[in-house]
Every structure is written in structure tokens, then in C-alpha cells.
């Protein structure tokens, strides 16, 4: 008899992720490298679909400067997606129609993550996080690993929820 090459997609049930990205993020590694690094947006973007294929999940991504585009893109992921990692970037510490945003799509996860410890940041203002307490967890100050490092707490969770082997 002859064996059966295994696809991983015949593993375990494909996980769908969307990742969502705030306010100038488009600029990465172009704008304050000192902070961010110069890792290009397209290049976490390929980090990310790399983990995804490793772990079976599909991704798509989203990047807007528009608070409006970015709750719409989060309302129509409810029906879409298993879960949400997120880097609202500014509006992190701005947006309360961000946070309920989050709040409506409930229980779809969401996951943020930034790539600068916000914590560590001389700025006071960014050491509150508007949209951390409806998100199932937070993930910063890896820089481009913060990425995907969500994609495995992503899996890991869901996971535990039951909703993938």
C-alpha cells in the first residue's frame, strides 16, 4: 500500500485570523526606527502568513489611518474570522469607539499587540490602553515577534475553547 502525503490542512480544521492595523502603521520602518524598527509592515505581514502556514490557519490583513474603517472592519469580522489580533497603534489610548467596538463583536477574541513596550515609553499617555480590557490578552514590546507571538496565543486559545484540534 502506498502512503499518503498528509497536508496539514487534513490535520486540524483551519483557524481564520484577521490582522488589524491602526494609524500609521503603513509607514513602518520608514518612520521613528528607533522606536518601531525598521521592519516594513509587508515584512510582518510575511512573518505572520509564514506562522499561519506553519499552524494551518488562514490570514487576512487590514491596515487603516481611518477609526470609521477600522470599526467597520471589525463589526463585519464577527461572522468572518475566529479571532482578532489587533495593533490599534494611536488609538489604543484615544478611541473609545474602538474599545466598543471590540465589546459588540464579543466573544470573537481579540488580541492586542504592539510592537514597542508601551509601558516603557516616555509618553505617560501611552501607558493606558483604552482597548486592553475588552481584549483577551495583550502582547507588547517584541517588535515584529509580538505579531506572531498573538498568532500562537491565538491558536493556543482557541484551542482550549475547543475550536480546533
Same mark, same amino acid.
Given at each position: ?55 494551518? @490557519?488562514? $490570514?487576512?490583513?487590514? !491596515?487603516?489611518?481611518?477609526? %470609521?474603517? *477600522? ?6 469580522a ?23 467596538a471590540?465589546a ?8 492586542e ?18 482597548? @486592553?480590557? $475588552?481584549?483577551?490578552? !495583550?502582547?507588547?514590546?517584541? %517588535?515584529? *515577534? ?20
Amino acid at each position: 500500500m502506498k502512503s499518503r502525503k498528509t497536508d496539514i490542512s487534513e490535520k486540524k480544521p483551519t483557524i481564520r485570523i484577521l490582522v488589524l492595523n491602526g494609524p500609521n502603521l503603513n509607514l513602518l520602518g520608514q518612520r521613528e526606527t528607533n522606536v518601531y524598527g525598521t521592519a516594513t509592515l509587508a515584512s510582518i505581514e510575511e512573518r505572520v502568513r509564514e506562522e499561519c502556514r506553519e499552524v494551518g @490557519a488562514s $490570514v487576512d490583513f487590514f !491596515q487603516s489611518n481611518s477609526e %470609521g474603517d *477600522l470599526i467597520d472592519t471589525i463589526h463585519c469580522a464577527k461572522n468572518n474570522y475566529d479571532v482578532i489580533i489587533f495593533n490599534p497603534a494611536a488609538y489604543t489610548h484615544t478611541s473609545v469607539a474602538l474599545r466598543d467596538a471590540i465589546a459588540a463583536v464579543a466573544p470573537l477574541p481579540v488580541i492586542e499587540v504592539h510592537l514597542s513596550n508601551v509601558y516603557a515609553r516616555p509618553e505617560e499617555f501611552r501607558h493606558k490602553s483604552l482597548t @486592553a480590557p $475588552v481584549c483577551v490578552g !495583550q502582547i507588547a514590546g517584541f %517588535g515584529p *515577534l509580538s505579531y506572531v507571538l498573538a498568532v500562537r496565543a491565538a491558536v493556543a486559545l482557541l484551542s482550549e475553547q475547543g475550536k480546533c484540534s
